[in-house]
């Protein structure tokens, strides 16, 4: 894949895992869907086992099988891991409907959908679980250089300042 900047070119060639997951996520069926968000997908299951013991053995002291084990065999774990999937979910679409129907600017807005588009790409390595998580870690990063470079007042605060402003000129 090529891409123009200007006056450069660029290239750039995803992973292989990438058209794994898309092939994966191409031939899914509704009731796969559905089996991978209430979380009863097995290669899901697996990989979240799979990150977190990795993470969890990045402690100091914490064995990365032995933690894979307790998450594989322990049934609070389990039934832990299952929500994941669903969670993931409602997170994304929560951050959809801000972007749809959220009080902000159609520049802000516009920004949002970006960042998430291309959190969701890079996230598509990690299946349809990845896309979620990264178009809500887009949106996050885009609400925060946002708020970093932005006036750091909330619609609502600057609402309640044009309205103390009015009063104050006497107009009402």
Same mark, same amino acid.
């Given at each position: 894949?090529?891409?123009?900047?200007?006056?450069? &070119?660029?290239?750039?060639?995803?992973?292989?895992?990438? !058209?794994?997951? #898309?092939?994966? $996520?191409? *031939?899914?069926?509704? *009731?796969?869907? *559905?089996?991978?968000?209430?979380?009863?997908?097995?290669? &899901?299951? !697996?990989?979240?086992?799979?990150?977190?013991?990795?993470t969890?053995?990045?402690i100091?002291?914490?064995? &990365? #099988?032995?933690a894979?084990?307790?998450?594989?065999?322990?049934?609070?774990?389990?039934?832990a891991?299952?929500?994941?999937?669903?969670?993931?979910?409602?997170? =994304? #679409? =929560?951050?959809?409907?801000? /972007?749809?129907?959220?009080?902000? !600017?159609?520049?802000?807005?516009?920004?949002?959908?970006?960042?998430?588009?291309?959190?969701?790409?890079?996230?598509?390595i990690?299946?349809?679980? +990845? #896309?979620?998580?990264?178009?809500?870690?887009?949106?996050? /990063?885009?609400?925060? &250089?946002q708020?970093?470079?932005?006036?750091?007042?909330?619609?609502?605060?600057?609402?309640?300042?044009?309205?103390? =402003? $009015?009063l104050?000129? +006497?107009? +009402?």
């Amino acid at each position: 894949m090529e891409f123009k900047v200007g006056n450069n &070119t660029y290239g750039y060639t995803p992973p292989a895992a990438w !058209s794994q997951s #898309v092939n994966r $996520m191409a *031939g899914m069926k509704m *009731g796969d869907v *559905g089996n991978l968000l209430i979380g009863k997908d097995f290669a &899901t299951q !697996s990989m979240i086992r799979k990150e977190l013991a990795r993470t969890v053995g990045m402690i100091p002291g914490v064995n &990365t #099988v032995n933690a894979a084990k307790f998450m594989a065999k322990n049934p609070i774990a389990k039934n832990a891991l299952r929500a994941v999937p669903l969670i993931g979910a409602g997170i =994304a #679409v =929560a951050d959809v409907a801000d /972007v749809v129907a959220g009080p902000d !600017s159609l520049a802000n807005k516009a920004m949002d959908a970006t960042a998430m588009g291309i959190g969701g790409t890079i996230g598509a390595i990690g299946g349809p679980l +990845g #896309v979620m998580a990264g178009a809500s870690t887009g949106k996050a /990063v885009s609400d925060f &250089t946002q708020w970093v470079f932005g006036d750091k007042k909330t619609a609502e605060q600057r609402k309640m300042e044009q309205a103390l =402003a $009015m009063l104050n000129r +006497g107009v +009402g």
